[in-house]
């Protein structure tokens, strides 16, 4: 247990070091030296690219996690597991792949109109792809075998790294712009290499192709779980990028202001991933034990503290959306609503975040394939629909329906098959709270500087709103580890006395 805690700590700091990095990278350099044609190909070509990874892989990283721990033996070359499931995603690869070849002319037709620059580049889609799909299958592999940290650093920090390094000698003139792209396609394909030579250095790479008894133990069961499991996966994928892949058949103008601004605000989930990560395991000891009393107590306290540091967060950016177009320049002001609809988007989506883990770990995980297929009718519709009449307004609005949609459906059916909600009477304190913090910090004189304007903007409204949600206890595990914190530096009792005049002292 020590590993895995050892590898989950570092592969939570490198995460967050990797959203520095990717933040430096997407709201500064990219906006600073590259054209919005060229922000928009260099945001939209890992977009595409996952999309066809995803669909290419066919639910096998998922298989992967699920089925190791029935095939490892180490002697027996875990009976052809990493073999059997290379083959599986390179199936899936060249299916999908001949797929999109086949429409390519019809795809390339639209791009060359709308998006130049995607149509120039867009054979690189296949190898960008494959990419993915070799990274996703040996990421996979990995965290089965306990070794996580590795991948995380290659993905969160080495890429991220790789393209700063890139985008700099663009920006001083060493290299053009396509030279640029194809260092980044490079980029990807030696971040598909590095599992793969890991893999050999730890002494795991084992290719012996063994299709024996294991194998036809569980090929039903594996084929019957990757393709149940394959559609919810996929339409998870499309529900976080089909906007983006339908605006590159409008404008690769809107899609580099689009994107940058709806990167922005992915800042807001970093807390709920590692939320999720935590409960997660905890959802599956519920549901092996049957505790529903846990299990709901563990489902409101993770919905209540995500609405709350979703909602806080939400706050800091929307609050400082006119510093935001002052550092990454006055062109994306016209996206700028886009930030607010994504932006509630997230909250939405970590508020019930839980249900989708709770449902799919469920006996009845079924029924998230039914919503996932609605959910990709509701996405296709409601983007062709809205883009043409409202541009990236109208794709953040798709995409806020489709969210919107998915969670409150696996809301209800929670709620109806197993008497679980995530709603209770502090999430109102959080709401009003916000609303009070944002027409008193929107109303703060705004400074000429936005280096002064940001810091003293956001520390108001973290006063504000941190002091209301301690001083109403919205949340109990909240305010107590504030307090735990606060006795360590020495302000434990001052913090007692502005929390609470009531308390009793100790």
């Known amino acids: ?3 895995v805690q050892r590898q989950g700590v570092s592969s939570t700091v490198i995460s967050y070091i990797g959203a520095v990095l990717g933040y430096v990278n997407k709201m500064v350099l990219f906006t600073h030296f590259l054209s919005l044609e060229e922000v928009g190909l260099a945001n939209t070509m890992p977009v595409i690219a996952v999309m066809i990874a995803q669909f290419a892989a066919i639910g096998t990283p998922n298989s992967i996690l699920r089925f190791f ?3 490892r033996d180490r002697e027996k070359h875990h009976n052809g597991f990493l073999a059997g499931f290379l083959l599986l995603s390179l199936i899936g690869f060249i299916v999908i792949g001949s797929l999109f070849w086949i429409f390519r002319p019809f795809i390339f037709s639209i791009w060359e109109e709308k998006s130049p620059l995607l149509f120039e580049y867009g054979y690189l889609l296949l190898p960008y792809a494959l990419s993915y799909v070799v990274i996703n299958v040996f990421e996979a592999y990995l965290r089965s075998l306990y070794k996580i940290a590795f991948m995380t650093f290659v993905k969160e920090i080495g890429l991220r790294l790789a393209v700063t390094i890139a985008i700099s000698l663009f ?49 039903n069961e594996i084929i019957r779980y990757t393709f149940v499991t394959f559609l919810p996966i996929a339409g998870s994928t499309v529900l976080h990028q089909l906007d983006i892949f339908m ?10 202001i689009y994107t940058t601004l709806a990167f922005a605000a992915t800042i807001i989930v970093i807390p709920w991933k590692a939320l999720r990560g935590i409960s997660a395991p905890l959802v599956v000891e519920h549901w092996k034990n049957k505790d529903m009393e846990k299990m709901k107590s563990l489902y409101r306290r993770t919905s209540l503290i995500s609405l709350m540091t979703g909602t806080f967060i ?7 959306r006119h510093n935001l177009i002052a550092i990454i320049g006055e062109k994306y002001a ?10 509630l988007s997230k909250v939405w989506d970590m508020t019930t975040g839980l249900n989708g883990v709770i449902l799919i ?15 990709i009718v509701i996405g296709i519709s409601s983007n062709l629909i809205l883009i043409p009449r409202l541009g990236i307004n109208g794709a953040a609005i798709a995409t806020f329906v489709s969210i919107f949609f998915i969670n409150t459906a696996r809301m209800i059916t929670v709620w109806r098959l197993f008497n679980l909600h995530p709603f209770t009477d502090p999430m109102l304190k959080v709401v009003v709270g916000g609303i009070l913090t944002y027409y008193i910090c929107d109303a703060f004189p705004t400074l000429v500087n936005f280096w002064w304007d940001i810091p003293l903007r956001s520390f108001l409204c973290t006063v504000l709103f941190a002091g209301l949600m301690l001083k109403w206890e919205v949340s109990p595990d909240v305010n107590a580890y504030v307090m735990k914190w606060g006795a360590k530096f ?3 009792r001052i913090l007692q006395f502005l929390i609470n005049t009531d308390r009793e002292k100790d």
Do not use: C, R
Not at 247 to 256: I, K, R
């Open 361 to 375: 770990t469920s006996p009845k995980y079924i029924y998230d394939l039914f919503f996932q297929i609605g959910l």
């Open 247 to 256: 605006l590159s058949f409008e404008s690769e103008t809107l899609n580099g």
């Open 171 to 219: 920006a001083f003139g060493v290299i053009d712009f396509s030279t640029f792209v194809h260092i980044y396609i490079a980029v990807i394909v030696l971040t598909a290499v590095a599992p793969v030579l890991y893999t050999l250095f730890i002494g795991e790479l084992l290719l012996k192709p063994q299709f024996g008894t294991v194998w036809k133990k569980h090929f």
């Open 69 to 71: 721990p029935y095939f």
């Open 1 to 3: 247990m020590g590993v």
């Open 490 to 492: 020495g302000v434990g």
């Open 334 to 343: 016209i996206g700028i609503i886009v930030l607010a609809i994504l932006g």
């Open 314 to 320: 939400f706050l800091g950016l929307w609050l400082n």
